[in-house]
């Protein structure tokens, strides 16, 4: 029985969640590698929200488009003790280059020529 993982984005209905899969496929010839994606819909009585990761199997039927299961939520959203802390990026003050002075410098001399025409 495969298991798969993917992450819930719509819980409009009640009692199915719309989980979408993603995975790396490598071209044949040219070894390029792309995701593709892929939505299920699957039957929760866990009670999932929007944004949690699980994991789900096939199941019977449950209607036309259903007929896999969550069996277990891998990562729950909006704890805070789960969140990584990331260090925030600090703009830094744009630095000169050594172009910037060479068309600075151009442009002074240039005005400085028109000033004494």
Aim: no cysteine; aromatic share 6%.
């Amino acid at each position: 029985m495969k298991i798969f993982t993917g992450k819930v984005i719509s819980k409009k209905m009640e009692k199915t969640a719309t989980v979408v899969v993603e995975r790396i496929v490598v071209h044949p010839i040219y070894r390029k590698r792309f995701k593709r994606l892929k939505k299920y819909h699957v039957h929760d009585e866990i009670g999932v929200t929007l944004g949690q990761t699980v994991k789900f199997v096939a199941s019977r039927p449950y209607s036309k488009l259903k007929r896999w299961k969550v069996v277990e939520v891998v990562e729950i959203v909006g704890k805070e003790s789960d969140k990584k802390s990331l260090p925030l990026r600090s703009k830094k003050p744009a630095t000169t280059g050594s172009a910037d002075l060479k068309r600075s410098a151009r442009i002074k001399s240039v005005k400085s020529v028109k000033k004494s025409v």
